[in-house]
């Protein structure tokens, strides 16, 4: 069974960079796309982008800027940095696995192992 | 970009109803369309992917419908565990996810 696991700081200043790391046990990171994914309290979901696990990554217009997500397959684990963070990126962080298959017609694509979320807040 | 919209953003059900929430996409997603749960305090859980396609585990309650731009999630008979809040997620240009709707105990 997959599991991933986000750690990093609970607290980042403002203008600082939020770093993140999740670490993927129970399989191999190899031959998916890992994506990270937002929710700040009480509101809904963001997705902010993802890696293949060669290291190609796509990111969210909004965040572009700001976002960089990278992979070390030996260790098992890709990471988020956003940098020059406000009060606004204060929200819940989750790691997911993209799975999905060829249908035949075209490319299936859901986050399918998620992990529990780390809650990051931006405070001085 | 592709926008997301989800009706009614909230409900109030009883136990054994039949509930159904509707998702929109801003344009034609074709069947690129999956929905999630997420209880307070959890991690979205998936049940749905490719618009109509159960995930595995996932109780056969939960059918998906739609394509284009009109989706929909139905809960045939409504239980305890299912009060939560759902949410579609378009994967056909990247990701994008709809508002949510809230489903609490009437």
């Known amino acids: 069974q997959v599991q991933l696991q986000e750690s990093g700081p609970g607290l980042v200043k403002p203008s600082e960079t939020l770093s993140l790391t999740c670490t993927v046990s129970g399989g191999s990171i190899s031959s998916y796309y890992w994506s990270w994914i937002r929710q700040p309290p009480g509101k809904g979901l963001e997705w902010i982008g993802y890696?293949?696990?060669?290291?190609?990554?796509n990111y969210n217009p909004s965040l572009k800027s700001r976002v960089t997500i990278s992979v070390d397959t030996s260790k098992n684990q890709f990471s988020l940095k956003l940098s020059s963070v406000t009060a606004a990126d204060t929200a819940v962080y989750y790691c997911?696995?993209?799975?999905?298959?060829?249908?035949?017609?075209?490319?299936?694509?859901?986050?399918?192992?998620w992990g529990q979320g780390t809650l990051v807040t931006v405070s001085s | 970009d592709i926008q997301m919209t989800q009706s009614p953003s909230s409900l109030s059900a009883s136990v054994g109803d039949r509930v159904t929430i509707t998702c929109r996409a801003s344009q034609s997603i074709s069947s690129y369309l999956n929905w999630y749960q997420q209880k307070p305090g959890k991690a979205p859980k998936l049940l749905i992917y490719?618009?109509?396609s159960l995930q595995s585990g996932v109780p056969s309650r939960f059918s998906g419908s739609g394509s284009g731009t009109d989706f929909t999630l139905t809960i045939s008979s409504l239980q305890p565990e299912d009060f939560a809040t759902y949410y579609c997620q378009q994967s056909y240009s990247t990701f994008t996810f709809g508002p949510g709707t809230k489903v609490d105990i009437k």
């Open positions: 490719a618009a109509s």
């Open positions: 890696i293949y696990y060669s290291g190609s990554t």
């Open positions: 997911a696995r993209v799975g999905g298959f060829w249908s035949g017609y075209y490319d299936v694509q859901y986050f399918d192992y």
